[in-house]
Structure formats: C-alpha cells, structure tokens
C-alpha cells in the first residue's frame, strides 16, 4: 500500500510539472514527449520525408500570382515576398509536432530578413485544430511566442475546398515537380529567393534543419 501511495504521488508530481498552465492535458504531455517523436524521424527516416527541386525546375505558374488571407482577415499578395526565401507549414494546435511552433520562431527570428514563414492551420488530420481563427493565434502567442504570419485556417490537402496555395504546393502542373500534399500536420514546402519550390519536408524534419542542409 506504501509502495503505491509513493507511486501515485510520483505520477501526480511528473504531471503538475507537465502541466502548461495555459494549454491542456493533452496539449501539455505533447509538447513534453516531443523529442520522444522527433527521435523516431531521426532513426528510421522515411523515403519520403525529405524531396528537393534538384533539377531546380522553373515552376509553370508563378509562385507570385498566389494570394492568401490573413488570420487577421488581410489579403496577402505573395509578390511583397520577391527576393525572400519562403516556408510555408500547415499548423495545428493538439498535434504531436505542435511543439515545432517554437522552432519554427527561433527560425523566423535567426533569418527575418532573409525568411517569410507562412503558417496555414488546418483541421484535415484528425481534426486536431478545432479552433477558430482568434483562438489559434492566442493559443500561438501565449505558448509559442510566435511573430511570423498566420493564414487563415484551410484545407490543405487534395480535395475541392484545397487552398489554392496547397494546389500550387502539390501540383506538378503548377510548381514544376512536386506532387506531394502534406503528409501530417507541419508538413513544410520552401520557395527560393525567385519563387521556384525547392524542397518538400515532413513533419519529421524539423523546421531548424532545412535552411542548414
């Protein structure tokens, strides 16, 4: 009976210390197993997980023809991103990557003047972003401190309400190569300084490693 009093007492004590006071249990014991999930990526890597532009194809409709909309209702011309690399993340808020939030920050703030990150919060993966425009971008503030632009939440993936940004993301007959719709939530596309797609990357790759490679 002692031996289970002290048991309990460890386990309550683990999760108060996992508990983020602004985020819920599941959210909490996420972001804590985190580096659990990103160190499966790193030992058994998928032959998917990683795809370049090596060829470097000019894209056949122009990167800077797209618009979006803001999660504060702004419309965004890609054409103000000439000259700037751009990585663009479909986001979620109860997701296992969601801890890439803060990398993807650290990213932002280390390159800002070379660096556009887009992120486009969606609900197509186990409906893990339920939340509406006005609660992402408080739930990324608060727990993320996060200052790059956030779209409106979308549908990414292959369907007749797909973003037209993630049509022209995973559409060879626009971008010149790539045919690969997120696989999971944070999968990331990067666009180079003249609007061509140069590589596609998993939500197993973390954000901090792509412009390093």
Not at 61 to 70: E, G, M, P, Q
Not at 193 to 209: R, T
Request: charged share 20%; proline share 6%; with cysteine.
């Amino acid at each position: 009976m002692r031996k289970l009093f002290i048991s309990l007492t460890v386990i309550l004590i683990v999760l108060l210390l996992i508990k983020r006071k602004d985020m819920t249990w599941r959210q909490s014991i996420l972001k804590s197993v985190y580096p659990l999930i990103m160190l499966k990526g790193k030992l058994f890597p998928g032959s998917k997980d990683v795809q370049v532009n090596t060829g470097k194809v000019t894209p056949p409709v122009s990167f800077y023809s797209l618009t979006a909309i803001s999660n504060k209702g702004d419309t965004i011309p890609f054409s103000r991103f000439k000259g700037k690399k751009v990585l663009i993340v479909n986001t979620a808020s109860d997701c296992g990557f969601t801890a890439q939030y803060d990398e993807l920050e650290k990213l932002y703030q280390q390159y800002k003047d070379q660096l556009v990150i887009l992120a486009f919060p969606a609900n197509d993966f186990k409906e893990q972003e339920k939340k509406d425009d006005a609660a992402i971008a408080e739930f990324c503030k608060i727990n993320y401190g996060v200052t790059f632009p956030l779209m409106q939440k979308s549908h990414v993936v292959k369907s007749p309400e797909q973003h037209p940004v993630f049509q022209w993301l995973s559409e060879p007959a626009q971008n010149g190569w790539c045919g690969q719709q997120p696989m999971w939530n944070f999968s990331k596309y990067l666009i180079n300084e003249e609007g061509g797609l140069m590589g596609f990357y998993s939500q197993m790759v973390s954000p901090g490693k792509i412009l390093s490679e």
